[in-house]
């Protein structure tokens, strides 16, 4: 397939080389201008890939987004003049939100959305290192996207494991639980994923739980506080090493993700008009951090 990868960071450039050594024709759009640029996996060979070719992103049967999200509807929406409106489009990144606004801005295409567990780094600009093995789910998000689950074994062949989710939603409500969690809280306090275990995090951890599934009720996805704890505690104890990508973020000044992760919690509790305090401090401090720069 012709596959563009829209903003090749450490998850664009990991798939960008798997999708090619699958045997798929890849090109990059990234913000760079040169005509080609290098991706190396770990010590494979580099691969230099087109960049910025409007002619290949026209021909694209597959956009493979993989900017953070605030980004998101901005460059789309610079680059759908080159899109060909049977393109399968492909959001890929943490947090929730911007299906919405892609949806508007491009009705037509087939939109499927991506979350994944494997890690990635780059180490500089032309090296990418595959840093855990993980599980990629994709699923459609409007009506011409349901015919594309052809896209998971597409997929599965390039980098194992992926799967067709028929409600793609409660996937991500899920990783958004977990991401509501982890993130801001290891962001403030500028620690390891580990460190949440203490006990002194136990009774924030638990409110913001609370109030995540009150939300999730409320959205008609089915979720289980006790469940839901359990996997926090889990991902918690499995990643105590890591750094979340909230914490890196705010460590390196960058602007986080958390409009389209808390933030999109406190956009649908107020929709239902449900009281979500502990989130909404949280948002508020990443905030004001962000804002002290
Ligand atoms: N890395 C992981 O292990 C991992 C795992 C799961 C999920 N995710 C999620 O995946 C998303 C991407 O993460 P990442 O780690 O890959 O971030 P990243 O390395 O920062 O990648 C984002 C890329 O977008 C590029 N970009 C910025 N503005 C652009 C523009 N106008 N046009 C085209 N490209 C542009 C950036 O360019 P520059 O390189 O020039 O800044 C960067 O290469 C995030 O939502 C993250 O939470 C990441």
Same mark, same amino acid.
């Given at each position: ?17 798997y ?33 910025n070719?409007?002619?290949? /992103? ?5 956009i /493979? ?23 399968i489009?492909? /959001?890929?990144? #943490? ?11 491009m009705? *037509? #295409? ?10 990635? +780094? ?24 349901l ?7 597409v ?6 494991d ?13 990783k958004?639980a ?11 306090h ?5 460190e949440?275990?203490?006990? *002194?995090?136990?009774?924030q ?5 609370d109030?995540?599934?009150?939300v999730?009720?409320?959205?008609e ?18 990643? $105590?090493?890591?750094? $979340? ?18 933030? +999109? ?20 401090a ?8």
């Amino acid at each position: 397939m012709n596959i563009t990868i829209v903003g090749p960071g450490a998850i664009g450039s990991l798939w960008a080389s798997y999708l090619h050594d699958a045997g798929h024709k890849i090109s990059l759009w990234s913000r760079h201008k040169d005509d080609t640029l290098t991706i190396q996996r770990d010590s494979y060979p580099a691969l230099s890939l087109a960049n910025n070719d409007t002619q290949a /992103l026209k021909s694209a049967d597959v956009i /493979l987004v993989t900017l953070k999200a605030p980004l998101v509807s901005s460059v789309l929406h610079q680059i759908k003049p080159h899109i060909d409106v049977d393109a399968i489009i492909i /959001l890929m990144h #943490n947090g929730m939100g911007t299906a919405e606004s892609v949806m508007t801005l491009m009705p *037509e #295409n087939p939109l499927v959305l991506a979350t994944t567990t494997h890690g990635a +780094y780059r180490p500089s600009a032309t090296q990418v290192l595959h840093t855990g093995q993980g599980q990629t789910l994709l699923g459609a998000v409007n009506d011409k996207a349901l015919q594309c689950s052809f896209l998971a074994e597409v997929f599965h062949h390039a980098l194992s494991d992926v799967a067709w989710h028929a409600n793609i939603r409660q996937a991500l409500w899920n990783k958004l639980a977990v991401n509501c969690a982890i993130n801001p809280l290891t962001a403030i306090h500028q620690v390891r994923n580990g460190e949440l275990a203490r006990s *002194e995090f136990r009774a924030q951890l638990d409110a913001i739980i609370d109030e995540v599934c009150h939300v999730m009720e409320a959205e008609e996805i089915a979720v289980d506080k006790a469940k839901l704890t359990v996997l926090i505690d889990q991902v918690i104890h499995s990643t $105590s090493n890591n750094f $979340s990508s909230m914490e890196q973020d705010i460590a390196h000044q960058r602007s986080s993700e958390i409009d389209f992760i808390t933030g +999109y919690l406190l956009q649908c509790a107020s929709n239902h008009g449900i009281d979500v305090p502990t989130n909404q401090a949280l948002y508020k401090a990443i905030k004001q951090i962000e804002q002290s720069w």
